[in-house]
T-cell receptor, first 112, second 118 residues
Framework: GESVGLHLPTLSVQEGDNSIINCAYS??????FIWYKQESGKGPQFIID?????DKRQGQRVTVLLNKTVKHLSLQIAATQPGDSAVYFC???????????FGKGTHLIIQP | GAVVSQHPSWVICKSGTSVKIECRSL??????MFWYRQFPKQSLMLMAT?????????EQGVEKDKFLINHASLTLSTLTVTSAHPEDSSFYIC??????????????FGPGTRLTVL
């Protein structure tokens, strides 16, 4: 079946640097994408979302880029802080309002 | 903002027993809730879609007779793991859609329930 996957399972960055987390999706019907942050033992926390009619969306310190041509999604975190340490998941809606399909996750580690 | 709670936050049970997990939308009415399962160091996998007043829709490979879902009100869905076995040990997370505000596909997630079957 179709799936959403991430390129790197672990990403280590220096505090203060920018982080870029990538995601590849394969369901061409998906028109809504979300990035979640999950800390150990907790549920997913919404970070930012983007619809397929956009290619970029910015939030506070975060930016999501969507490239529909190559089915690629990325999350950019500016000036990474220790509190950003977590596992980050991308998710897609499959084109409907049903349950989400999650990617494998990237563990972001912040080096002091 | 929309808040979803789960109870209990963690539970330990003996093999062969049943465990019920509750998912509540605290400040909105959710006609649709979703149940996900997450094994250690893995991603969330959708188990089923819970619709208020009707039968749940299960994903392929999820046993509906083992994972009983009841969505009897607009603010409560329950997941009962029947005859639990150690391989059912996992992190169970629910989410809910708020039809009254925001995009129809926005989901609000609960904090999760850690189930350990001995």
């Amino acid at each position: 079946g179709e799936s959403v996957g991430l390129h790197l399972p672990t990403l280590s960055v220096q505090e203060g640097d920018n982080s870029i987390i990538n995601c590849a999706y394969s369901n061409s019907a998906s028109d809504y994408f979300i990035w979640y942050k999950q800390e150990s033992g907790k549920g997913p926390q919404f970070i930012i979302d983007i619809r397929s009619n956009m290619d970029k969306r910015q939030g506070q310190r975060v930016t999501v880029l969507l490239n529909k041509t190559v089915k690629h999604l990325s999350l950019q975190i500016a000036a990474t802080q220790p509190g950003d340490s977590a596992v980050y998941f991308c998710a897609e809606n499959g084109g409907g309002a049903d349950g989400l399909t999650f990617g494998k996750g990237t563990h972001l580690i912040i080096q002091p | 903002g929309a808040v979803v709670s789960q109870h209990p936050s963690w539970v330990i049970c003996k093999s062969g027993t049943s465990v019920k997990i509750e998912c509540r939308s605290l400040d909105f009415q959710a006609t649709t809730m979703f149940w996900y399962r997450q094994f250690p160091k893995q991603s969330l996998m959708l188990m089923a879609t819970s619709n208020e007043g009707s039968k749940a829709t299960y994903e392929q490979g999820v046993e509906k007779d083992k994972f009983l879902i009841n969505h009897a009100s607009l603010t409560l869905s329950t997941l009962t793991v029947t005859s639990a076995h150690p391989e059912d040990s996992s992190f169970y997370i629910c989410s809910a859609r708020d039809p009254s505000g925001g995009p129809p596909d926005t989901q609000y997630f609960g904090p999760g329930t850690r189930l350990t079957v001995l």
